[in-house]
């Protein structure tokens, strides 16, 4: 006899288990929750005997996990419509990054506002990402560059995870841009964010994961091992943007490294991508950046699937290249741009971003043992969630098994 807090009944579920049916799917399923967690989940003809203390019948819609958007860099100030028109016109990311512009330019916007205006601006945009079933969100710092605005940032992020209604895992991103200060000494900043402020903000709780940017307009490979030396001595997981405008053999620093992800990676070379396989590190793909940046160098999704490397999608919500709010909407531009399966796309934004935030323990599919955290679809087939850009096709969403 299973006692349960709830059944969730009369649904087509995509369990995005893997090694079965296409998307892990039950038709006709249930799934039975105590405290949060799944304690049963199967066909409903099977239904074990159980007492449920509320039942929820889903009228036949489709159940997905929660969506994870593994990548994001959701707390920022200001805006930066302006760059975008400039690049409309035809200057470049870079030409704009080394005139002083482009993640400089949010930094200085970040440092001015308040913890409550840059809460209350995220938790707009993290709006947008919850009505296309998000559930677990990552959020980066990076835009601070000094120790008290990233400790800002990444407690605006932990504040998000206690009163915005999802899932948060921080990452500090430290070594994102060298800040207007230390244009004429970049190994001080890089000492101050391994040695200083880095342990502050993990001293306080605030670091789940730490990323980096390593690129030419960015940090070099040496900069990030320093940083990344650092994150493992406290035993912190790391992550990478890597590869996204050059071939800066961002993926092997990365695997090297066990890192949990690679991210972007459009110009990854083979053995980066050999080296993630063997290092189980998983290739985010950031399709928003892609297509802002109108970037024509896709990243190497067939070697991917050929040596076994996850991949996840995700976001990449910033002021910059990726002004993007809609998980579903992601999930098209992976398809049409990067020629990635519905299922490939959708399982990229559950069980492979769960990988990615090393959290598949707890979520990213619908198994016994893990959270209750479930997106409810007004669809038929589960290809739709790629299919559809901007469409509205979300019903409702359970956290730990609460409905929202
Ligand atoms: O993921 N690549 C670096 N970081 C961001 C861009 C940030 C920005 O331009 O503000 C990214 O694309
Ligand atoms: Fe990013």
């Known amino acids: 006899m299973i006692e ?89 990311y870079e030409d704009i990054a080394r005139s002083g512009g482009g993640i400089v330019s949010s930094v200085r916007a970040t440092r001015e506002e308040s913890e409550d205006q840059l809460f209350a601006s995220a938790m707009k945009r993290l709006l947008g990402l919850k009505d296309t079933g998000v559930t677990t969100v990552e959020i980066k710092s990076g835009y601070g560059l000094e120790r008290d605005s990233e400790l800002k940032m990444l407690r605006v992020a932990r504040r998000i995870g206690r009163e915005g ?42 670091v789940d994961a730490v990323d980096a ?51 972007h ?56 290249t990726s002004p993007v709010a809609s998980m579903t909407a992601t999930l098209n531009l992976a398809c049409v741009q990067f020629r990635l399966t519905p299922e490939e796309a959708l399982a990229g934004a559950t069980r492979n971003a769960a990988h990615a935030l090393g959290i598949n323990d707890d979520v990213g599919t619908i198994e016994v043992g893990k959270r209750a955290d479930l997106a409810v679809w007004d669809i038929q087939r589960p290809a739709e969630l790629s299919y559809w850009l901007g469409a509205p096709l979300l019903a409702v969403v359970y956290v730990n098994g609460v409905l929202l």
């Open 165 to 206: 209604g999802v899932r948060v895992r921080t990452s500090y991103l430290g070594l994102h841009a060298l800040p207007p200060e230390h244009k004429s000494d970049r190994v001080a900043y890089v000492d101050k964010a391994v040695d200083d402020i880095l342990p502050a903000a993990h001293a306080e709780g605030l």
């Open 4 to 92: 349960a807090d709830l059944l969730i009944t009369e649904c087509r579920l995509a369990t995005m288990t893997e090694g079965g049916a296409p998307y892990g799917a039950i038709e006709d399923g249930a799934i039975l929750i105590r405290d949060g967690v799944i304690v049963w989940i199967g066909a409903r003809h099977d239904l074990p005997d159980y007492t449920a203390v509320r039942t929820d019948r889903l009228e036949g819609r489709w159940v997905t996990p929660g969506l994870i958007d593994c990548h994001t860099h959701l707390v920022f100030g200001g805006d930066r419509s302006g760059e975008f028109e400039q690049r409309l016109e035809g200057v470049s």
């Open 265 to 320: 990676i459009e110009y990854a070379n083979a053995a980066g991508i050999r080296a993630m396989a063997d290092a189980g590190t998983v290739g985010v793909l950031l399709p928003g950046a892609f297509l802002m940046l109108r970037e024509t160098k896709t990243p190497p999704v067939e070697l991917m699937r050929r040596h076994g490397v996850r991949m996840a999608v995700a976001t990449d919500c910033n002021p910059g």
């Open 213 to 263: 940017y390593c690129e030419p307009i960015a940090f070099s490979v040496d900069e990030v091992s320093r940083l990344f030396d650092k994150a493992k001595s406290l035993g912190l997981p790391v992550k990478l943007h890597a590869d996204q405008l050059s071939d800066s053999d961002g993926a092997a620093l990365a695997a090297r490294y066990g890192a949990l992800s690679a991210d």
